[in-house]
């Protein structure tokens, strides 16, 4: 489930709560209604349990969908190729500067694909265990990679090592879909060091949040948290326990 899918569930849930009229939040900004999906063209079949999406710079596009990662080419993007298939759930997708494309895995961890070798390899703890809870994946321009665990903190991956202090830990409420949800990097992280982070928080009652970081090398600088934007109450369902995330062009 991407950051837009959650949004709307929000939105539907403070309209129709309980089958009653309730007051809408004020939504502007990146967050302002717009019909611009309601004039989209599907393209090809429907693809069940869809999650997230990875553009390469070639154009080529990755979709996670159930336990496969699928890469769509061609003619409307008509031609889908298995790239991987997991014993779980694959969720949060992003491509990392070497090539690799990154994958959370649900009840596994965080898996890399090389293009050129089928089967994936896996990030570890130094204790030899997988990373637990991750939702989301994002890789920086100089090979970082930044992952959020459902229950607030978010890691740093380091010359292939999990860093021992995260980036940042966050209150958040962590049950079903509720969490550290999403993280992305700003298009001028290199020059601004802006991340953004998509959680459940509960100040001010329990809604999601985006709220945006600025790093200081692999933590993030006191003091530093701006809420960029809000949406409704989220429901708990533990259906889709995943996201990517994608920064709106206006946010």
Known sequence: MGL??????????VIDRDGAQNAIPPLDGAFSPNDRLDSCEPIGTPLPGLDDVAVASDGTVYVSAGRQVLKLTGDRLATRTVVA??????????????????????GRGLAAIDPAKPVPSWFEAADGRGFAGLLSV???????IFVA?????????????????P???????????????GVTLDPD???????????????????????????????ALAGSASIEGR????????AWPWTGMTLPANL
């Open 4 to 13: 837009f899918d959650h949004l709307l569930r929000d939105i539907r849930s």
């Open 189 to 219: 992280f290199n020059t601004n060091h802006y991340l953004y982070l998509y959680h459940t928080t509960t100040e001010g009652g329990t809604h999601n949040r985006i709220t945006r970081f600025t790093a200081n090398g692999d933590v």
């Open 85 to 106: 298939e997991f014993e779980d759930d694959a969720g949060g997708l992003a491509l990392h500067p070497d090539g690799r494309l990154l994958v959370c895995v649900a």
């Open 138 to 144: 994002a890789a920086a321009p100089d090979g970082r």
């Open 167 to 181: 980036f940042i830990t966050l209150s958040v409420s962590s049950t079903g879909e509720r969490g550290l949800i």
């Open 149 to 165: 665990q459902q229950s607030g903190a978010l890691r740093v991956i380091k010359n292939g090592a999990l860093l021992t202090a």
């Open 231 to 238: 949406a409704g109450n989220p429901p708990i369902s533990a």
